[in-house]
């Protein structure tokens, strides 16, 4: 008997730990990944993820690939929902990215048809990875505020695009294997030691900015671009994400932490639907400002 207002769901992109989804009471979209022909699904908030033995196979050229989830395994977990709660809040994963968005919501149109009674709310989170769970917390956190449906589901709309993504990318290779980048830009680019520097645009969609020698020089640029975009003032709450380069991480948060203008600075790790297109080492910084004109 459904007796709750609404729950908030996210998927298995948000790459955020197992502890921090619990204390986030939320639900969590399985999401594919194919490696070596082995389909596995991914859920974060339901089993520990082995993120070096993923990233040693993928390092080593074992092929892996994403599906796309068909709208069935959305109306399926919408089901399941349903049974406790009146209504759902979906934040999905990039539409620039993903058909993931397309599916939720004729998942969604298809139960609300047959269920009135139930109103499920999919936005286009246009993140990915930590992106995609910095924006979760943010509405978890407005959640708890005593925010109703309505406005949690306007409060996701009109923060989303304040979430200022940025990361860089060691391994050229596996770009280029997932059809990201040209194999021979690729093969260049490895062998100069160059590293692109990449956002998200107002469509969601993968965007290079710049490219530069060396990740240490790389991860420099990453910490311009939050002193140069973050909103004004101290006290912002920044994530650092990373693909099995947890020294790189710990780098660049020392570096942002030298700003002085961070009151919390915590690396989480790349899971393996994001990594299957980024491999490693791949580190990111995600924080509230204004996107790069």
Not at 25 to 49: A, H, S, T, W
Not at 131 to 153: H, I, N, P, W
Request: proline share 4%; aromatic share 8%; net charge negative.
């Amino acid at each position: 008997m459904k007796d709750k207002d609404y729950i908030i769901v996210s998927d298995a992109t948000v790459d955020l730990d197992k502890s921090i989804l619990e204390q986030l009471n939320v639900r969590i979209i399985p999401m594919i990944y194919i490696l070596d022909g082995k389909e596995n699904f991914c859920n974060p908030l339901e089993q520990d993820i082995d993120h070096e033995g993923f990233y040693e196979k993928v390092n080593k050229g074992i092929p892996v690939s994403t599906s796309q989830n068909p709208p069935t395994v959305f109306t399926d977990f919408y089901e399941e929902l349903a049974k406790e709660y009146k209504n759902i809040l979906y934040i999905c994963f990039s539409s620039g990215l993903s058909g993931n968005y397309g599916s939720a919501v004729m998942g969604a149109n298809e139960f609300m048809e047959e269920h009135p009674d139930i109103r499920i709310e999919v936005v286009d989170s246009l993140c990915a990875s930590v992106g995609e769970g910095y924006l979760l917390q943010e509405v978890c956190r407005k959640r708890d505020e005593g925010a109703s449906f309505e406005e949690a589901v306007r409060f996701t709309e009109e923060i989303k695009r304040q979430i200022c993504h940025w990361f860089v990318v060691g391994n050229l290779d596996q770009l280029a294997r997932g059809g990201r980048i040209n194999p021979a830009v690729a093969k260049l680019g490895s062998i100069l030691n160059i590293h692109p520097i990449l956002t998200t645009d107002a469509e969601g969609k993968l965007k290079v900015s710049e490219k530069v020698r060396g990740m240490k020089k790389a991860l420099v640029k990453l910490c311009e671009r939050f002193t140069g975009l973050a909103f004004p003032g101290g006290g912002h709450r920044v994530m650092v994400a990373h693909a099995a380069c947890p020294e790189l991480a710990e780098d660049l948060q020392k570096l942002l932490l030298a700003t002085g203008r961070i009151r919390e600075c915590i690396i989480q790790k790349i899971g393996p639907v994001i990594g299957s297109h980024t491999g490693s080492p791949m580190c990111a910084v995600v924080f509230m400002g204004k996107q790069e004109e």
